[in-house]
């Protein structure tokens, strides 16, 4: 009996076929491959062409063939495969293998208090057009306001400087420029302007013919801007240049107290005697009255000075007490002016002199006359005819003298009166004082002169 062939077929089963008709089958030459698309697998499966079977089939003796078990176990180590179908098969998985795993403690999570939840903060509202309304009106008030007083402040110095009182005060020989600018600063003893009524109430007496110079201060700027203010005292005994006497004869140089300078030649005379005896060249001339100090103090609504004692004067009509206090300008002209009732004499008054433009200069620069257009307008008027300045000299000279003596009030600035070495020397013309000359010398030395 033939032994019987197992193969698979096209459709995956296996087919029973002769052991003969398997040997004829192998020997003949197989079909060209065709290629086959799987339903299950994207890669193209090569299978065997189904072989043709011969026309004749011998036949198998019915008596001894028995068909194979349906679930007979196969030995598939017999069969053939092509090389192609070899190719198609997916390779075995293997298993991961798994060590121990090794043993692991739980750890419980940290507990946490929950944070405070910060309430959403509310948007801005936006402006409403009602707000922006009112913010632009504003600013246009603003706008307006400060161009009212820019314009304002212009038309004030054209008006104010046409209202400067100049006089003279130069002559033609002049000691030549030193370092800095130099302002003589003069307050004569004239009574111009006051009634005989007001010159009964201010105790300023009579005119005495001939105007004398009550006070004499040079005021030098160095190059940083910062005030020097030298007094000169009045009585001071020094050369008088040569000059034209009142008879028509000419004098010559000689020693007589620097306030006969004024009376003798005017200011131009007095610039004249204070550049001989200092060496200073004086770029600035500046007078003012016993009127113009009661007008600028009531200009500026009085001034505010702290006075270390009782004063009781009847010359000068001073009756003041001790003490921090706002002065008028009837008290303040009595302030400057006494000198009887104070023991240091003429030294101690141009110390009160100086106090005095040092609160007026404060006074002048507060808001509330600055910013003030009715205020400043009385101050210009009092101002402009009280003061008596230079031929060259301007508003704005005037301005910066302002700005640089209010250096004062801020603590920067010296101010200091001439070394002297006796205040009560009897000379050819009376009770003098006299300067220490080499301290002085050396003083104006310092200050630019050659």
């Known amino acids: 009996m033939d032994s019987t062939v197992y193969r698979r077929g096209p459709d995956g089963k296996h087919i029973g076929i002769p052991e003969a008709l398997a040997r004829e089958q192998n020997s003949q030459t197989p079909p060209a491959p065709r290629e086959v698309e799987l339903p299950q697998q994207s890669v193209p499966v090569i299978i065997a062409a189904e072989p043709e079977l011969p026309n004749e089939v011998p036949v198998t003796d019915q008596s001894t063939y028995q068909p194979p078990l349906a679930y007979a176990p196969v030995d598939e180590s ?6 192609e179908l070899e190719a198609t098969r997916e390779p075995a998985v293997s298993e991961p293998v798994f060590s121990q795993s090794r043993a692991t403690t739980y750890t419980p999570e ?5 944070r405070p939840v910060r309430p959403p ?9 009602k707000q922006r309304n009112i913010f632009m009106r504003i600013f246009r008030a603003l706008r307006w306001v400060v161009a009212a007083y820019i314009i304002f402040y212009i038309a004030f110095a054209f008006w104010a400087s046409s209202l400067l009182q100049k006089v003279p005060a130069t002559t033609s020989h002049q000691v030549p420029p030193t370092a800095g600018q130099n302002w003589l600063m003069v307050g004569s003893d004239s009574r111009t302007g ?14 005495l013919g001939s105007n004398r110079t009550d006070t004499i201060m040079i005021v030098h700027f160095d190059g940083s801007g910062a005030p020097t203010i030298v007094a000169l ?46 060496g200073l060249h004086i770029d600035h001339y500046m007078e003012v009255g016993f009127a113009g100090i009661v007008d600028i103090t009531d200009a500026v609504g009085g001034i505010h000075v702290c006075i270390p004692k009782n004063y009781d004067d009847k010359n000068s009509g001073l009756h003041v007490k001790k003490g921090c206090q706002s002065l008028d300008g009837k008290t303040a002209l009595a302030y400057v002016r006494m000198r009887y009732a104070d023991p240091t004499g003429d030294i101690g008054r141009i110390g009160r002199q100086q106090q005095f433009i040092a609160a007026v200069l404060h006074k002048s620069v507060t808001p509330g006359v600055l910013l003030n257009p009715l205020a400043m307008v009385h101050l ?40 002297v070495s006796d205040t009560n020397a009897t000379t050819a013309a009376g ?17 630019g002169a050659k």
């Open 110 to 114: 940290r507990s946490r208090e929950p």
């Open 233 to 278: 005292p009045r009585d001071s005994y020094v050369n008088i240049p040569k000059h034209k006497a009142s008879d028509g004869s000419i004098s010559t140089m000689k020693h007589n107290k620097i306030n006969a300078a004024y009376a003798i030649g005017g200011a131009p005379f007095l610039v004249k005697t204070v550049e001989l005896n200092t």
């Open 431 to 447: 009770s003098s004082v006299l300067w220490n000359k080499a301290k002085a010398h050396k003083l104006f030395q310092q200050l």
């Open 194 to 207: 006051l009634t005989r009524h007001e010159r009964a109430i201010l105790h300023t007496g009579k005119s």
């Open 121 to 129: 903060r509310e948007p801005k509202a936006p402006k409403t057009k």
């Open 380 to 419: 210009a008027k009092a101002g402009t005819s009280a003061l008596t300045v230079g031929e060259s000299d301007s508003l704005v000279d005037i301005a910066h003298l302002g700005k640089a003596m209010r250096a004062l009030t801020q603590g920067k600035g010296k101010v200091m009166t001439v070394p």
């Open 78 to 83: 017999h069969f053939e495969y092509g090389d």
